[in-house]
């Protein structure tokens, strides 16, 4: 197998990869997908790109499958870097896809939740999240060991693959609890075997700097991407309205993309210069590199950038005053520095800041039943055992099952998968609360703290887990318990039972904890 020259170069401190984003559009044969095959044809003839990144059902409407996008412009002499995100299709799907990826040799993965679905055929479409990105980086790094699972004869063990995958994170959130969760998210995306990261899309020089230091801090050693979007007025409009769930815009930023249209060129080479300076200020932080995006970008205008932003480098540090587009009242994670218009190294003191969320009443009923009939060394809990095993079998069993999804319907709107995670998400339920089931963490399309798809409406779930554990100083647990994917073994069976008898994720983890004598 050749060598993955996107992969080297990022792994390189002497070189300075450039990715660039390919849109495949809705179509087989239509403009866009013949239009990116000849952007990819240039940029691999052009050796300035080191992978082309390729988009998966952005803004959650249908376009081509950007595996099959792929693996054309793999035949083209570049690299693809593919955008594996892990909606509408199941765990089943992603593996087969997998499995396909690695035997026509596309190895970089930028793996993510992806965008809630909002139109296709005849009408929406179901959403289907049965992974989140944590969990597809585990069964992406397993592959890359060489998966095992039981089979007829034996344990089966698989060929290693040789995938090089990545994940996102947001540093460009506007709450302390959704920046928070975006941090606790990504330490669990590098445990699970993320290589590198890439920033989510924004124009704030301070949130590039923070994330930059938070990796460093936290000892997250794998090159940090940034993110470079060449923005025109229309974009930056639906983006400032949240119509591109995760892309900040700031009122400030969009008055003078309003203002710069108007100029004899319609804005272009404003946009260009814009994108340059980014590029030179991210090279000059200390990106191991740069991703491009923008609609509708052409070659030539990719090359310019890089042209320009290389030239721009060695004046980086007077460069920051352009992208200074603070999200108003929004939350940093470090200390201001005011001589370089970024950060210093010292955190800010979260733990008297306000709660971007109100704390339901029946949390405290929640904790109170927990710890009385949940923990081993408490007297309910031994009991509640022996009832489950006396129960689990028996006439009653249908009734006793009745009785408990019932009162968690109208405590936690439950939707009985049977494996609960109610204890890993402060008393509320991702499965029923979280529109893409996201089980160990909030996704990038939050919006001030309201919830991707119901903004303004519904407050994200890990918000309201945040700030209930932050009442109490407990906050860290979402950055510590990583959630395995629901086993639907268990689906509409009493969780109660799964626990006591050990037959859910809890319960497991519970026993793995135990000291042996």
Same mark, same amino acid.
């Given at each position: ?125 179901a959403p289907v999240f049965d992974l989140d990105p944590v969990h597809a980086l585990q069964l992406i790094a397993q592959m890359n060991r060489g998966l095992t699972y039981p089979g007829i004869k034996g344990t089966v063990r698989h060929h290693p693959a040789d995938f090089f995958p990545g994940a996102v ?83 400030? #930023? ?87 218009? #970024? ?84 008393? #509320? ?21 309201w919830c991707e798809v119901y903004p303004g409406k519904k407050k994200c779930v890990y918000v309201r887990a945040y700030a209930r554990l932050k009442k ?46």
């Amino acid at each position: 197998m050749q060598g993955n020259h996107f992969k080297e170069a990022l792994l390189n401190r002497d070189k300075f990869p450039v990715t660039w984003e390919l849109v495949p559009g809705r179509g087989a044969r239509e403009a866009p997908q013949e239009n990116a095959l000849v952007q990819a044809k240039q940029a691999a003839d052009g050796a300035k790109i080191h992978a082309l990144t390729v988009t998966d059902n952005p803004g959650g409407t249908p376009a081509m499958s950007a595996n099959f996008m792929g693996l054309e412009i793999l035949k083209l002499g570049i690299e693809p870097l593919i955008h594996f995100t892990c909606k509408d299709k199941n765990r089943n799907q992603i593996e087969s896809e997998l499995y396909a990826l690695d035997r026509a040799g596309a190895r970089n993965l930028l793996v993510m939740s992806g965008d809630y679905p909002v139109s296709g055929f005849q009408g929406r479409p179901a959403p289907v999240f049965d992974l989140d990105p944590v969990h597809a980086l585990q069964l992406i790094a397993q592959m890359n060991r060489g998966l095992t699972y039981p089979g007829i004869k034996g344990t089966v063990r698989h060929h290693p693959a040789d995938f090089f995958p990545g994940a996102v994170v947001s540093p460009f959130k506007a709450t302390e609890s959704e920046q928070m969760l975006q941090y606790y998210k990504l330490k669990k995306k590098v445990e699970a075997g993320a290589r590198f990261i890439v920033t989510q899309l924004g124009y704030d020089a301070r949130k590039f700097h923070e994330v930059l230091l938070f990796m460093k801090q936290e000892g997250l050693n794998i090159p940090l991407v940034g993110n470079i979007y060449i923005l025109p007025y229309g974009a930056a409009r639906m983006m400032n309205r949240n119509d591109l769930p995760g892309s900040v815009v700031t009122d400030k #930023l969009l008055v003078e993309l309003d203002r710069e249209r108007n100029d004899p060129d319609k804005g272009e080479g404003a946009r260009i210069l814009r994108a340059a300076r980014l590029y030179a200020v991210l090279k000059g932080m200390g990106f191991a590199g740069v991703h491009i995006g923008g609609h509708n970008i052409k070659y030539e205008q990719v090359k310019e950038i890089i042209r320009q932003g290389e030239a721009l480098v060695p004046q980086w540090p007077d460069l920051v005053l352009y992208f200074d587009y603070p999200i108003p009242g929004g939350f940093y994670y470090y200390e201001c520095d005011p001589e370089t218009g #970024l950060n210093r190294e010292t955190p800010v003191k979260r733990q008297d800041r306000p709660l971007d969320a109100a704390i339901e009443s029946t949390y405290g009923f929640s904790r109170l039943f927990h710890k009385l009939m949940f923990e081993p060394e408490k007297k309910l809990y031994g009991a509640m055992k022996n009832l489950c095993r006396i129960v689990e079998g028996s006439k009653v069993e249908g009734l006793f099952h009745k009785l408990e999804h019932w009162t968690k319907v109208v405590l936690f709107d439950c939707k009985d998968c049977g494996d609960c995670a109610l204890i890993d998400l402060a008393y #509320l339920c991702p499965m029923s609360q979280c529109p893409k089931n996201e089980r160990n963490g909030a996704c990038g399309g939050s919006f001030e703290g309201w919830c991707e798809v119901y903004p303004g409406k519904k407050k994200c779930v890990y918000v309201r887990a945040y700030a209930r554990l932050k009442k109490r100083r407990e906050e860290k647990q979402l950055e510590k318990c990583c959630v395995p994917p629901c086993n639907w073994d268990l689906y509409q069976t009493s969780s109660w039972i799964n626990f006591y008898l050990g037959k859910d994720h809890t319960s497991k983890r519970q026993s793995s904890k135990e000291p042996t004598s």
